[in-house]
């Protein structure tokens, strides 16, 4: 699945700090290994940090893990920066260690004898474990490896009673070769308290666009999903007709509310318009609705729309399915979007890397009358649906949050 008009960017900060945490200090000298380090061997407990810094040394090495969890010299993140291994000036940097083990580093300056010679942290006690209990979760998730298809989620958290969530999810793909077109179905069950659930897969047919004509669902196969953290999962699925395989998911847009559970993490709050985040429908509509993202970091609105060809008749199998997708930017205050974009993407093969075109072909406008209705004004310029216009009254299929709430008016 594709969000456009944006640059995503993922990194994993290991900066952090925490009242409850201890940190300790390691100092790189100008000794050889396996004396270069001061503490060469150090134990610390999950959440603490340590602060590598150059002091006194006149090489002023960096410090590399052997797992490469961490580079450090002039700034210290786990994607690679901090590779001088000369830098021109004192520094220091912080890492965070979230999870048991022994961790090996050494600098690189001296690799072949950091190979005999490493210095050493064991890091002792238990990883946080990941609540997954959180609306946080919902949005839009996708492997970046398969183009332009993907997942937009909807946890409502203790749907179920404390600690179980109920997790809906739009699953937008294609048939098995691009011949067979566009294909969506539903994932729904229980998420909670561990960070991995099992639920049904789910497909209807039967449906027309925009139209209350009966549909019919039934259960099509399981999937497992699980989530790693705030941004990483995945989703083995297992088809009655055979297919089944893994998708490692990424998040596509940035965290606003999901917290890792890490220790001295602060806790995030509801922020913006992000409580309107969810599965919503039009109730006088068969088997058809919209799983929508607001994001108040990236000012931004993404939709993924299931339903049906414009001629979808009662017997027309999944050959008669159909899904555009909708961006747009979503300013802070703004309780009414204009002229979103309606996206069709065409060409893709399930759960495979394949050449995709995506082309706009309409344009929409939402308008939020509260935390569980909306309108959604539709005008179709191009494609099946072009010269076909309407107005979808959406109802929210979810509980809202409690923190949910309209923009205040302006002055």
């Not at 100092?27 to 061997?41: A, C, I, Q, V, W």
């Not at 970046?144 to 793909?173: E, H």
């Not at 930017?329 to 060409?347: E, K, R, S, V």
Request: with cysteine; aromatic share 10%; hydrophobic share 35%.
């Amino acid at each position: 699945m594709t969000v456009r008009a944006e640059a995503f960017v993922w990194s994993l900060s290991l900066i952090a700090g925490s009242s409850m945490a201890a940190d300790h200090v390691v100092s790189l000298n100008d000794k050889y290994p396996p004396d270069h380090m001061t503490p060469n061997e150090i134990t610390i407990a999950v959440g603490d940090t340590v602060t590598f810094t150059s002091g006194s040394s006149r090489e002023r090495h960096n410090v590399h893990a052997y797992d490469d969890s961490f580079v450090c010299s002039v700034g210290c993140r786990g994607d690679g920066s901090g590779r001088s291994t000369r830098p021109t000036t004192n520094w220091q940097s912080t890492v965070t260690f979230t999870k048991p083990g022994t961790v090996l580093y050494g600098c690189d300056e001296h690799t072949s004898t950091m190979e005999s010679f490493p210095a050493i942290i064991h890091v002792v006690g238990d990883a946080p474990v990941f609540n997954p209990d959180q609306a946080g979760l919902s949005g839009s998730w996708a492997n970046p490896a398969t183009d332009s298809q993907g997942f937009v989620l909807d946890v409502a958290p203790d749907f179920y009673g404390q600690g179980t969530a109920l997790l809906f999810g739009g699953w937008f793909t294609y048939g098995v070769d691009a011949a067979r077109g566009l294909r969506w179905y539903t994932i729904q069950g229980r998420l909670g308290p561990s960070n991995a659930a099992t639920m049904g897969i789910y497909q209807t047919l039967g449906g027309r666009f925009d139209s209350a004509q009966a549909t019919s669902t039934q259960a099509v196969g399981t999937t497992t999903v699980r989530f790693d953290d705030c941004s990483r999962g995945s989703l083995d699925y297992h088809f009655d007709d055979g297919r089944q395989g893994t998708i490692a998911l990424t998040r596509l847009l940035n965290n606003v509310t999901c917290s890792a559970g890490n220790p001295g993490e602060p806790p995030r709050q509801q922020a913006g318009n992000a409580a309107w985040t969810g599965a919503w429908a039009d109730v006088t509509n068969s088997g058809q609705g919209l799983i929508m993202e607001f994001n108040p970091i990236q000012n931004l609105m993404f939709a993924a729309w299931y339903t049906f060809g414009a001629d979808g008749i009662a017997n027309g199998g999944a050959q008669s399915q159909n899904w555009y997708t909708l961006q747009a930017q979503a300013p802070a205050g703004a309780n009414a979007i204009h002229d979103i974009g309606i996206y069709a993407t065409n060409g893709g093969v399930f759960d495979q890397h394949a050449t995709t075109a995506t082309a706009r072909v309409g344009s929409a406008d939402l308008s939020m009358l509260g935390c569980t209705s909306a309108t959604l004004a539709y005008r179709f310029s191009d494609g099946a649906n072009a010269g076909r216009a309407g107005t979808l009254h959406l109802t929210r299929l979810s509980p809202a949050s409690t923190t949910c709430q309209l923009w205040p008016a302006g002055p």
